[in-house]
């Protein structure tokens, strides 16, 4: 779809935005997704939303983690946790779709209201607590959608689960969802479940990731075929925890680290009263911190293990600054819910253009140019 058939549904989304924008944020995204669900009961509902957001799909081919990405632009976790939207998310574009965070049980999630709106800053601040289905209608759902694109399932830790028994969790949901599973995000860094980052913590990560490597090892046996595993990871990390995270997923050959998380800070929101809410934030405000830490990673991973870049991307520009500093694919959540739909493959697009006036052949090729050629600038 040319750039400017793009550009012509903003309007649209824009009026329906203001619309949902009466609505508090739980109840738009609910009403949202019962008319989308209700919609693809219709026949030819699924091309008419690809003719609308991705008629003519960017082919900007990526592979990463052994798995191959029509593109690098990828839901992050959150939207959709309970595996109930794959068919109409993948028909907006995506080259990929991270689903969940799933637990073994269900369980509902922390008191409403638990996310609020900062439309000044185009950032959103929940505090959703792993709301979700369990494991069992989680793949039950997901079995029923079907997939066009590779399709990744978050997994974390019931609420009343302890720390000593977090692994038990991360275990059983591992387990669970292997078989349909493209790829497996391990949460440990949402701030929203009492205690849970302190998995971060080196002696507590050491134990995890050993104990993920050896199901992992055992499933593929099992199962006949190798499902990556992904460390989720927090923005609010100092130098130290980058690189005690960054040395025990090389030592553990974890697949990929995907960075960021929403962030427990408030940089630049000192002013606005809808800051003091609890939660983690997401968006524009989370940009610079999470390419930050991609940076800082990517310096201590250099490309051993991919990197998988979230936190403010809402354009192509955002996308890319994240592939510089290290990242291998972004992900994209907020922009979804302020830009809408024609996000996905705008940011696709922009860093197609890129690689076209680059001259390289791959955006794999332009990203390590550029790298090399901000690598080589002088530093003062």
Not at 137 to 164: H, M, W, Y
Request: charged fraction near 20%; aromatic fraction near 6%; charge should be positive.
């Amino acid at each position: 779809m040319p750039a400017s058939a793009n550009q012509g549904h903003r309007p649209l989304y824009k009026l329906l935005r203001a619309l949902l924008f009466r609505l508090p944020p739980e109840t738009s995204h609910y009403l949202t997704f019962t008319l989308l669900r209700l919609f693809y009961r219709l026949p030819g509902a699924g091309a008419l939303t690809r003719s609308l957001f991705a008629r003519h799909p960017v082919a900007l081919p990526v592979t990463v983690m052994g798995l191959n990405f029509s593109n690098p632009v990828g839901l992050a976790a959150g939207l959709d946790k309970n595996a109930e939207y794959v068919r109409p998310l993948s028909d907006f574009g995506f080259g990929f779709l991270e689903l969940g965070t799933v637990t073994p049980r269900p369980q509902p999630g922390n008191p409403k209201p638990r996310m609020f709106r900062l439309p000044r800053q185009a950032a959103l601040i929940n505090r959703m607590g792993f709301n979700n289905v369990g494991a069992g209608k989680f793949l039950v759902n997901l079995a029923a959608q079907g997939k066009s694109c590779p399709l990744g399932v978050n997994i974390g830790k019931n609420r009343d689960t302890s720390l000593e028994q977090a692994a038990d969790d991360y275990l059983a949901v591992l387990n669970a969802v292997y078989r349909l599973a493209d790829f497996v995000a391990v949460n440990i860094s949402s701030p929203n479940t009492a205690g849970l980052r302190d998995l971060q913590e080196e002696e507590n990560l050491e134990a995890l990731l050993r104990v993920l490597k050896n199901e992992q090892a055992a499933l593929a046996e099992k199962h006949g075929r190798y499902v990556p595993i992904a460390l989720k990871i927090a923005p609010d990390l100092d130098d130290a925890r980058i690189a005690a995270i960054a040395r025990l997923v090389l030592e553990h050959k974890f697949d990929a680290v995907i960075a960021t998380n929403t962030t427990i800070a408030r940089p630049g929101l000192a002013d606005d009263p809808q800051a003091r809410q609890g939660g983690g934030l997401s968006g524009r405000p989370l940009k610079a911190p999470a390419t930050e830490v991609i940076r800082k990673l990517y310096g201590r991973l250099q490309g051993a293990v991919p990197i998988i870049g979230v936190g403010g991307v809402e354009n192509a520009e955002d996308a890319w600054d994240k592939l510089v500093a290290g990242a291998d694919l972004v992900q994209v959540y907020t922009a979804l819910i302020y830009e809408g739909p024609c996000v996905v493959q705008g940011i696709a697009r922009g860093l197609a253009e890129r690689v076209r006036a680059s001259g390289c052949a791959t955006l794999a090729e332009t990203v390590a140019r550029a790298r090399r050629q901000k690598a080589e600038l002088p530093t003062t």
